[in-house]
C-alpha cells in the first residue's frame, strides 16, 4: 500500500545503478567484463529479479513479486528509449535522482581539477 509508494521509487534511487559494479555485472552475466558500461539499466534490473529476489527469500521466506517486479522494470526503464515511459511516477523519480547525481558528481569533478 502506502509504504510500497514510498519503498519502491526509495530503493530504485538506490538500485538504479547497481549495474555498473563490475562485480555485479559478472555474477548477473556469468562471464568476467572488465571495466564498461555495459547497458547497467538492464543489469540493475536483472539484479533485483535474480539476486534481491533470492536474498529477500532466504531472509523471510516470503516472495514479494509484485514489488521486486515493478522495482526491476523501473529501474530496467531509468533510461527509456521512448519519452512515454517517463510518464510513470517511479520512473520519472529514479530519472530525476540519476540527473541529480550525475551533477554532483560533475561538480565535485570541477572542483578536483581547478584544486589541481
Known amino acids: 500500500g502506502r509504504a510500497m509508494q514510498i519503498a519502491i521509487p526509495l530503493l530504485g534511487c538506490l538500485f538504479h545503478d547497481f549495474g555498473k559494479s563490475t562485480k555485479i ?11 564498461g558500461y555495459r ?14 529476489s533470492l ?15 515493478s522495482l526491476a522494470y523501473a529501474v530496467g526503464n531509468h533510461h ?19 540527473f541529480k547525481a550525475r551533477k554532483n558528481e560533475y561538480n565535485m569533478l570541477q572542483k578536483r581539477l581547478k584544486n589541481n
Open 80 to 98: 527509456p528509449q521512448q519519452r512515454k515511459q517517463t510518464n510513470d511516477t517511479v520512473i520519472s523519480i529514479i530519472i530525476e535522482a540519476d
Open 39 to 52: 547497458a547497467h539499466a538492464e543489469v540493475s534490473s536483472l539484479y533485483i529479479k535474480d539476486i534481491l
Open 55 to 69: 536474498k529477500y527469500h532466504n531472509l523471510v521466506n516470503e516472495d514479494p513479486i509484485e514489488t521486486l517486479s
Open 25 to 35: 555485472r559478472d555474477e548477473i552475466l556469468g562471464v568476467q567484463t572488465g571495466k
